[in-house]
């Protein structure tokens, strides 16, 4: 028995590491998914990949409102409900000290992080509502965030700044949502092992980008980065009835990075 049998999620990014990698996951667990990213060749390479009649994808823009709608009414079509919101997409945006980040980059990473995470909730939320009553564990929605949403740092004021907004949005979600048996939290990552931080590295120090990891790694006291597969696992807790008395609340996977 899988822990999310006959559930219908929504995975945002899907067509990224941790996107993909979430959505394997909650295939094998027994979901039915819809992939959303903007990359529409990549998330039909995913959706190949994962297989089966419990798959579907649909290249959308998440912050874009008319997209956001597209994409929740296509699940909704496809499948018949919805019941867990994976509002992962992402950007890093630009590696640039404060006094020097661009106007447009710093609008975009906010657009997509925040903007995006708002207008999937918004639109997901009433649909996840019509099937979350009486449901052992209701339905959930689960943002990812990162360490960088509970500690700052440099040369990421954009990425940051969206890190920490969409734990705010998180709060409100989970107080408004809770009568209506919608559970909302964020899983936090620390350094992962894939493109993001391969281009985060390579924008701090072009051409030595692996020196640049060597100093992540020293901030890490497990000594390691993350995989998109570890952070599966605490999206799949999330999303499922193993997390049922869980809203509200900031789930670090991080190797320790934030504890010291
Ligand atoms: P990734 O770049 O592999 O995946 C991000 C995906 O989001 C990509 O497939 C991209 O096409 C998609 N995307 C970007 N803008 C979009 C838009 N406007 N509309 C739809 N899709 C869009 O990186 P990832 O690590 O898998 O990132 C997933 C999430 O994890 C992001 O929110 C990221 O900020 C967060 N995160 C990543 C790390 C890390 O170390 N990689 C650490 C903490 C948090």
């Known amino acids: 028995?899988?822990?999310?049998?006959?559930?219908?999620?929504?995975?945002?990014?899907a067509a990224g590491g941790i996107g993909a990698a979430t959505a394997a996951r909650f295939v094998r667990e027994g979901a039915s998914v819809m992939l959303v990213d903007r990359d529409d060749a990549a998330l039909a390479e995913v959706a190949r990949a994962i297989g089966g009649d419990r798959v579907a994808y649909v290249a959308a823009d998440v912050s874009d409102p008319d997209h956001a709608r597209r994409y929740v009414d296509a699940t909704v079509q496809r499948f018949g409900g919805i019941d867990v919101l994976f509002a992962n997409a992402g950007i890093e945006g630009r590696v640039a000290p404060l006094t020097e980040y661009p106007v447009a980059d710093f609008d975009r990473v906010l657009a997509v992080n925040v903007r995006g995470v708002f207008l999937g909730i918004q639109h997901a939320a009433p649909h996840i509502a019509l099937r979350s009553r009486g449901q052992g564990g209701g339905g959930s929605i689960v943002i990812t965030s990162s360490v960088a949403g509970v500690v700052g740092s440099r040369g990421l004021c954009a990425y940051i700044a969206s890190k920490h907004a969409v734990i705010g949005l998180m709060k409100t979600a989970a107080?408004?949502?809770?009568?209506?048996?919608?559970r909302v939290n964020t899983?936090?990552?620390?350094?992962?092992?894939?493109r993001m931080m391969r281009s985060i590295e390579d924008q701090a120090a072009p051409g030595h980008g692996d020196d640049v990891k060597k100093g992540f790694l020293g901030m890490v006291p497990l000594g390691r980065y993350?995989?998109?597969?570890?952070?599966?696992?605490?999206?799949l807790f999330l999303a499922s009835a193993e997390s049922?008395?869980?809203?509200?609340a900031v789930f670090l996977a991080d190797g320790g990075f934030v504890a010291q």
Do not use: Q, R
């Not at 993350?226 to 999206?235: D, L, Q, S």
């Open 187 to 194: 899983v936090n990552p620390g350094p992962i092992e894939n």
């Open 1 to 13: 028995m899988g822990k999310l049998d006959g559930k219908i999620s929504i995975v945002t990014g």
């Open 226 to 235: 993350g995989t998109n597969e570890e952070i599966a696992n605490v999206a």
């Open 175 to 182: 107080c408004e949502l809770a009568p209506l048996n919608i």
């Open 244 to 248: 049922s008395y869980c809203t509200g």
